[in-house]
Structures are given as C-alpha cells and as structure tokens.
C-alpha cells in the first residue's frame, strides 16, 4: 500500500483526510512532542495511523520523519489557522507557516528518488487578501492582509519556485472557508451555531464581509484528486463554491433554522476578549473561482450551504 504522510493529522482536515485514507493507505502523521491537541480528533483511526514526532519549525526532526518513513505522498496540512492570533503571534505564524513549509519541501528533497514522490500543500483563500468583488483566480495577485496571509501566501510562493527551479512534485491548493468541524467551535460557523443552540448572545463583527463557504467532505475530496491525478502536478488550484456570502446572512440562515431570536445577534462587535486586530485587516470580500480544478481534475462542490448547515446543526445539538 502507499504511504501516506500528513502533518497537522490531529487537525480539521488533516483528521478527515486520515479517516478517508486508512482504507487504502499506510497512513502516518507527524505530531509534536508536546501535543497541543488532543488526540480525540482522531481516535476512531487512531490504531490505524502510525505516528511520528516532528516539529514543522525544526528541519532536523521534519527531515528525520521523513527519512523514518520515506512516503509516496505528503500532504502538507499543519499550521498555525486562527487569523485573529496571527496579529499578536506574528514571529510564531511565519516561523511554522513559512518556514515549517520550506522544512517540508527540503526534507522530501533529502529522499531517496523524491520524483516518485508527491506533496500536496495546503495554502489559503486568505492569502488573496483585498481584492475587488469578483471571485478570485490562481492568476491573481496577492494581497494579503495579515500575519497569517502573509505566511501562506510566502509558503505558496516559496513552494511554486521549488516546483519549477527544484522539480519537486507538488500540488498546492487554496481553499475557501471550511466548515464542519466537531472539536473547534471557535470558527464562524461553528461559533455561531453552538451559541445560538445556547440561546446566547452572537458577535459579529463584520456583518458585511463576504465569504465563500465549503463544506468539509468536498475539501477533502479535493486533496484526493489531487493526490490521485498526474493532471495536479505543479499547479495551484482554487478549492471553493464561487458563491458568496455575508456574515449576517449566514447568522441569519443559522438562527431561522434553529428558530434563534435574532435580536440577540450583535451586529458591529466581536465577543468579549476576542483578540485584537485591525479592523483594516477584515477583508470585505473573499470569494473564489475554482474553474480551474473543476476543469483539469474533475473537482465540484456537492454540499450546498444549506445541505453543509444542516449537518452542521445536526452534530452540535447532539
């Protein structure tokens, strides 16, 4: 069987990844001495994934991973998420964003025929940044507005250049918002669902940003394609729904499905000790054209946000 590696294992996708890939894969993940998440997020697996220590910012332990399991195939998934930390973590964002992704692209350097090999890297919508309102493509330029974009958008960057002057064989897709996460309720839509099951008050800090909302299993998908397709070899796809939508319209999808009096929704505020950040810094508008992967790997989204907001709801009132 291949061998499959995954950093961030323990994370969102990182742990729906491995449920899809024990199947048919010997699947490994890389986890830090000093684990700064439980394990429950991939306990149904956990006797079917082999792991091993590694730091993303520590090229020698990333190298020794590696060099330990030597995989087919690496998807580059860990990373400091949260946009709001990166402005009072900044050192820390580049540090495991960017350089942990150089890590990663070096050390499959270091292995034995690593053009056998393929990586499939995760970036972010976030790192188009302030754009106007149209959906962005790959084409467009990056303009990042935070710590955290900025880390990405370098790691993206770094790894297109090791595609073309390194021939490394590699994949890098950027997707748009996720959704359906059942251990991290700190995200939009998780934040606000689990509040408003609650009966407790909702922020919202910018009502009018628009996002590009997916759901889980078609993210997931994407990175298989990818994984599965010499078509992905380096190329950079777009992974979303082309569709936009307003914070205070998805709370308000939310609160008629949960029949949440919406007069508790605080429109213009974040929660109570919400970490600062600039308020330049929330983009208006994040929505992307993924033309691209639809055409060249056969990629689509299948869960409408209504279908995704079910589910969402579903799992949280349990």
């Known amino acids: 069987m291949p061998r499959v590696l995954i950093t961030g294992v323990t994370g969102f996708i990182g742990s729906h990844l491995a449920e899809r890939l024990v199947e048919k894969n010997e699947v490994y993940g890389v986890v830090r001495r000093v684990a700064n998440r439980h394990l429950a997020v991939i306990e149904k697996i956990l006797a079917d994934?082999?792991?091993?220590?590694?730091?993303?910012?520590?090229y020698v332990s990333?190298?020794?991973?590696?060099?330990?399991?030597?995989?087919?195939?690496?998807?580059?998934?860990?990373?400091?998420?949260?946009?709001?930390?990166?402005?009072?973590?900044?050192?820390?964002?580049?540090?495991?964003?960017f350089l942990g992704t150089m890590n990663v692209a070096h050390a499959m350097l270091e292995l034995p025929d690593p053009e056998t090999r393929k990586l499939v890297a995760a970036s972010t919508a976030e790192v188009y940044g302030l754009q106007e309102k149209r959906p962005s493509k790959e084409e467009t330029v990056l303009k990042p507005t935070s710590p955290?974009?900025?880390?990405?958008?370098?790691?993206?960057?770094?790894?297109?250049?090791?595609?073309?002057?390194?021939?490394?064989?590699?994949?890098?897709?950027?997707?748009?918002?996720?959704?359906?996460?059942?251990f991290d309720i700190s995200f939009m839509v998780e934040y606000l669902t689990t509040q408003m099951l609650k009966r407790e008050k909702v922020y919202i800090g910018a009502p009018n940003s628009i996002r590009d909302y997916m759901y889980v299993d078609?993210?997931?998908?994407?990175?298989?394609?990818?994984?599965?397709?010499?078509?992905?070899?380096?190329?950079?796809?777009?992974v979303g729904t082309g569709v936009g939508t307003s914070n205070r319209e998805l709370a308000e999808s939310i609160a008629d499905k949960?029949?949440?009096?919406?007069?508790?929704?605080?429109?213009?505020?974040?929660?109570?000790?919400?970490?600062?950040?600039?308020?330049v810094s929330d983009q208006p508008y994040i929505v992307l054209d993924a033309t691209k992967i639809g055409t060249k790997l056969g990629w689509k989204p299948t869960v409408?946000?209504?279908?995704?907001?079910?589910?969402?709801?579903?799992?949280l009132e349990r």
């Open 258 to 279: 949960i029949q949440y009096d919406k007069n508790s929704m605080v429109l213009g505020s974040y929660p109570p000790g919400y970490p600062y950040r600039p308020l």
């Open 62 to 97: 990333i190298r020794n991973a590696f060099k330990t399991i030597k995989p087919d195939v690496v998807f580059h998934l860990g990373a400091l998420t949260p946009v709001r930390d990166s402005f009072e973590r900044p050192f820390e964002y580049q540090q495991t964003n």
């Open 148 to 182: 955290y974009g900025v880390s990405k958008a370098a790691a993206d960057i770094y790894l297109q250049m090791m595609f073309q002057t390194y021939g490394l064989n590699g994949t890098i897709l950027r997707p748009a918002n996720t959704y359906g996460r059942k």
């Open 49 to 58: 994934v082999s792991l091993v220590t590694g730091d993303l910012s520590d």
């Open 218 to 238: 078609d993210h997931v998908n994407a990175y298989l394609l990818a994984m599965k397709k010499e078509e992905a070899k380096g190329h950079v796809f777009n």
């Open 304 to 315: 409408s946000l209504e279908d995704g907001l079910d589910r969402v709801i579903s799992y």
